[in-house]
């Protein structure tokens, strides 16, 4: 059986990857040595907090051959960040293959922001999302409510004599 948002689904798995993904990993590589990313904490930063709020976005609206370029670009940035935490002082001019990986992240993050942003934006502002989020408060209010009568009652056996 094919999929039924294939691109949807793409992008909100690779955005879960990136949203998971460690900052110190990225800006102190395993096989950096003494040599560091912390200049990219800002754009790290910036793109992890972005694909968080990919993944808490709700794309029942939006069709999703419309969501195609940002899964691509989402992969595109997910293999950008597996090179820089691949990074290796020993393989050439360490420099220099910074430098590009720094340029190739920041151009795929451009590109992915290009692609991605309005859909985020639709995500958590359309009706749908907005009902969806009134939905889990509703919930997390019947939840904590269910919390708090469990700790009365608890609180008056524990009273009674």
Do not use: C
Not at 55 to 61: K, L, P, Q, R
């Amino acid at each position: 059986m094919a999929e039924i948002n294939p691109n949807r689904t793409k992008l909100l798995l690779l955005a879960n990857e990136i949203s998971g993904m460690s900052i110190d990993s990225l800006i102190h590589p395993a096989k950096a040595g003494s040599f560091d990313f912390e200049s990219a904490r800002p754009l790290l930063e910036g793109i992890i907090g972005f694909y968080r709020e990919v993944v808490s976005a709700v794309y029942t609206s939006v069709p999703d051959n419309l969501l195609g370029e940002a899964a691509n670009t989402a992969e595109s940035v997910t293999g950008s960040l597996k090179e820089l935490q691949k990074f290796d002082i020993k393989s050439g001019d360490p420099n220099q293959n910074s430098s590009s990986i720094r340029s190739r992240l920041f151009n795929d993050w451009q590109q992915a922001f290009h692609h991605t942003a309005h859909f985020v934006s639709f995500g958590h502002l359309s009706p749908a999302a907005i009902s969806e989020r009134i939905e889990q408060i509703k919930a997390l209010n019947q939840s904590i409510a269910a919390d708090a009568k469990r700790q009365r009652r608890a609180t008056r056996q524990k009273s009674r004599p």
